[in-house]
């Protein structure tokens, strides 16, 4: 399923391909998005935001398309009019004349005025994207502690929408690795130095994972692991989907445990409570 990072990477395809050009011709699937096709010819792409798995495809004349992946959600960027063989119905496609962005599966499309976006249900209650707005750490940490948050759990926390965008499975695993925070914590259970090693945490793995194609573990090391034969299981990740692994710091075995239906792996040691 795709996280944040993932969802990034489709847009800055989308960008490359549709910005400063005119539009030729977008088709929607669902009959009640046809009557914008011909709104949106000949305006051109300013820019391609995210907010967490959602995209904002924003166009000159005042329209933002709107997007959320979903679960089946994926994104095509073709020479014009070249379409991917693929079993996937297409719901989207944008063409000028070099490219075709194409959104294949997704079945959350909107059109929205720019004046509508931020009121938009998903968007409103989205908390920050990382890769597309500036985020300090000071600023997560602020959030951290906000009493909004501080009493649940991390492990719950970090995959909730509304907490920190584009944060998934793998994601929450490894902040909570890296951060050494223990899977039945919270952050009023932590120090002020816990804090900011999440709040680090966090901005590193999610950028590390959008610029390294998903890896979150150290690169040299990931890169070393590939050199010796490893496979991109193997390499990619500090501890998630590990289970019975040595830990990469101190050798104890990696743990599965099941944290709100989903599967979050840690290090016992690296994670104490
Ligand atoms: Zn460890």
């Known amino acids: 399923m795709p996280e944040g990072p993932e969802i990034r990477r489709a847009a800055d395809q989308v960008e490359k391909a549709l910005k400063s050009r005119s539009v030729m011709e977008v088709k929607f ?9 011909s709104m949106l010819e000949g305006a051109e792409v ?16 005042n329209v933002t398309i709107y997007s959320h992946n979903q679960l089946y959600g ?10 991917p063989k693929t079993n996937r119905q297409l719901r989207l496609a944008i063409h000028n004349e070099k ?14 005025r720019n004046e509508e976006v931020a009121h938009h249900p998903f968007i409103s209650k989205v908390g920050p ?3 597309s707005e500036d985020v300090t750490i000071d600023e997560l940490k602020e959030r951290f502690t906000s009493k909004r948050f501080y009493r649940k759990k991390w492990s719950s926390l970090l ?29 009023v259970d932590c120090t002020e130095e816990m804090i900011e090693k999440a709040a680090e945490a966090t901005i590193t793995l999610v950028e590390r ?8 573990n150290d690169v040299e090391l990931a890169k070393k692991l590939k050199s010796k034969g490893e496979t991109r299981r193997q390499y990619r990740h500090w501890v998630f989907n590990r289970e019975g692994e040595p830990c990469r710091i101190d050798g104890t075995e990696v ?19």
């Open 255 to 273: 743990k599965k445990i099941m944290a709100g239906s989903r599967r979050l792996y840690y290090c016992p040691t690296c994670q104490s409570k």
């Open 46 to 61: 300013v820019r391609v935001d995210t907010k967490g798995k959602a995209m904002l495809i924003r166009f000159n004349n």
């Open 159 to 187: 995959l909730d929408q509304s907490f920190v965008a584009g944060i998934g499975n793998y994601l929450r695993s490894e902040i909570m690795y890296v951060a050494g925070i223990h899977p039945d914590l919270r952050p």
């Open 209 to 216: 994972s959008y610029k390294h194609k998903g890896i979150t």
């Open 99 to 112: 490219k075709s962005a194409l959104l294949y599966s997704a079945s959350d499309i909107e059109v929205l």
């Open 74 to 83: 994926k994104w095509y960027v073709r020479n014009a009019y070249n379409y």
């Open 129 to 131: 994207d990382l890769l």
């Open 29 to 37: 699937a669902f009959e009640h998005l046809k009557d914008y096709e």
